[in-house]
């Protein structure tokens, strides 16, 4: 966090605590340092991990050309960035993950939208969804590659192949779920489905967008490295294939932990639209 928005959140406190009770601010005030508190509780965990993990494998207790250690990986990251090929790698796994978490997301919502709107094509369809959601879809890679062709596109159909159908069953899910009250009281007053749509549905469907949102960060990142796995020639993927088939578990290691941070970037990307959001309604 920066200092200029660490001024800016302080501000923001301060201006909290003004004109309101004392009980209210010393409730503010608790809140505030609880989450300090986590945060730091957070902080300690991670770098006491990092720690023993690096005792350990000095120590010899854990063999260090298995399970790698920090120094090590420290090492493999400046390698690969001198070599020029660090970000090579990061960009291309973060850019096939991004096209198949916004696709997925896109077309899962739409495809949802139609089954809402169609009861008739929600009862056909269901028993498919439930199949193709209980499939293997890793099975499906070597279709895929025989189809497509090996490349990125083959990879981002894997991504799609493993994050659109959750995505559909559950924005669906959240669609049957809204109040139907509600959606009777607009059709009472003479409101089209249309309408029903754009002024029930989808305002009270931002939890059920978020929850899917958050769930296909996860399942994106899944189906980017089962298809560098398959076919890649670039990415953390690949690097983690290779590694493991020269006996270089420092860059399997490195990529995995790389794989960590971009993940939980992305993660907090959601989070902080969901703030945004649930700021914007209030």
């Not at 028993?127 to 981002?156: C, D, M, R, T």
């Amino acid at each position: 966090m920066s200092m200029f928005n660490m001024k800016k959140d302080s501000v923001s406190y301060r201006a909290q605590l003004s004109g309101i009770s004392p009980e209210h601010k010393d409730y503010l005030h608790r809140v505030r340092m609880e989450k300090i508190f986590v945060r730091v509780i957070q902080l300690l965990i991670f770098c006491t991990a990092l720690l023993l993990w690096e005792i350990c494998a000095n120590a010899k207790i854990v063999d260090p050309f298995i399970t790698s250690q920090p120094s090590r990986v420290l090492k493999t990251v400046i390698r690969l960035y001198v070599d020029g090929v660090l970000f090579q790698h990061i960009g291309i796994t973060c850019l096939e993950a991004i096209v198949g978490f916004v696709l997925g997301t896109v077309l899962g919502t739409l495809i949802a939208i139609m089954l809402w709107w169609s009861e008739f094509l929600c009862k056909v369809l269901e028993p498919y969804l439930v199949v193709l959601n209980s499939l293997p879809k890793i099975a499906l890679g070597p279709v895929f590659i025989v189809w497509i062709g090996a490349g990125p596109a083959a990879i981002i159909v894997m991504t799609l192949a493993i994050s659109l159908i959750v995505t559909v069953l559950e924005v669906l899910n959240g669609f049957l779920t809204i109040d139907q009250e509600k959606i009777k009281l607009v059709q009472t007053f003479g409101g089209t489905k249309f309408q029903v749509l754009t002024k029930v549905l989808l305002p009270a469907s931002y939890p059920t967008f978020i929850n899917a949102l958050k769930i296909n960060v996860g399942l994106s990142w899944v189906g980017v490295i089962v298809g560098e796995f398959l076919v890649s020639k670039a990415g953390l993927g690949y690097l983690i294939v290779y590694g493991g088939q020269v006996f270089k578990l420092d860059l399997v290691m490195t990529s995995v932990i790389i794989l960590g941070v971009a993940a939980t970037v992305m993660y907090q990307g959601v989070v902080y639209l969901e703030k945004m959001l649930v700021k914007n309604k209030t």
